[in-house]
């Protein structure tokens, strides 16, 4: 079955303890990006990946990085996470990029007290 | 700066009858548009998309409309039906870059 699986779902932290978030797909899509959902804001774009070992930043990249080692994954990694970054974030990804639809994961809520 | 914007965050409609949900956007770059559904604790799927070459892709139940000079978008389902209540976010892109609305919770009434 064709998905994008990210893990954990749910996670509570505390303020400076290092996460990260993994995200996987099995389509062989060129095309993988990170968004967080805030209510009043709807999703927004973190960073996003072209291809393997090319990354950019998108809407708001303050705070996260990312990696993109193999075409499959690409972790969302929080080295000093704060309380500002509690939100509902999603992978998502596409065959070669944004003018074609994108496939979501389901979701990790991340709390950060 | 909110450069998609989905102004209604609610719409309530009663099944059979048409729903019309409406964006509109900012940035004269943005060059394709789509539109998702999201329900609760799953991400969103994609519904149905338009490139800013065309004013009307239409897919069974679904039409999305394009009119540039306005900047606005809309989506409109006919018949509604009752597991079309979710959230649906209008996005657009310029470049390889991607840009969500806030959402509008539908609300189909059987």
């Known amino acids: 079955e064709a998905q994008v699986t990210q893990n954990p779902r749910y996670l509570i932290t505390v303020t400076g303890k290092k996460l990260t978030v993994t995200c996987s797909q099995n389509?062989?899509?060129?095309?993988m990006s990170w968004y967080r959902q805030d209510p009043g804001l709807g999703l927004r774009q973190i960073y996003y990946?072209?291809?393997?070992?090319?990354?950019d930043k998108g809407d708001v990249p303050e705070g996260y990085k990312v990696s993109r080692k193999e075409k499959r994954n690409f972790p969302l990694i929080l080295e000093s996470p704060s309380p500002n970054q509690t939100s509902l974030y999603f992978c998502?990804?596409?065959?070669?990029?944004?003018?074609?639809?994108?496939?979501f994961g389901d979701g990790t809520r991340l709390s950060i007290l | 700066d909110q450069q998609v914007k989905q102004n209604s965050p609610s719409l309530s409609v009663q099944e059979g009858r048409i729903s019309i949900l409406n964006c509109d956007y900012t940035?004269?770059?943005?060059?394709?548009f789509l539109w998702y559904k999201k329900y609760p604790a799953e991400g969103p799927t994609f519904l149905i998309s338009i490139s800013s070459i065309k004013d009307k892709n239409e897919d069974g139940r679904f039409t999305v409309f394009l009119n540039k000079s306005a900047k606005h978008l809309s989506l409109h389902i006919v018949p509604s039906q009752p597991g079309d209540s979710a959230v649906y976010f209008c996005a657009a892109s310029a470049g390889n870059q991607f840009y969500f609305g806030t959402g509008t919770s539908l609300t189909v009434i059987p």
């Open positions: 990946s072209m291809n393997v070992e090319v990354t």
């Open positions: 940035n004269s770059m943005f060059d394709y």
């Open positions: 389509m062989n899509h060129e095309y």
């Open positions: 998502a990804s596409s065959l070669y990029g944004v003018n074609q639809p994108q496939h």
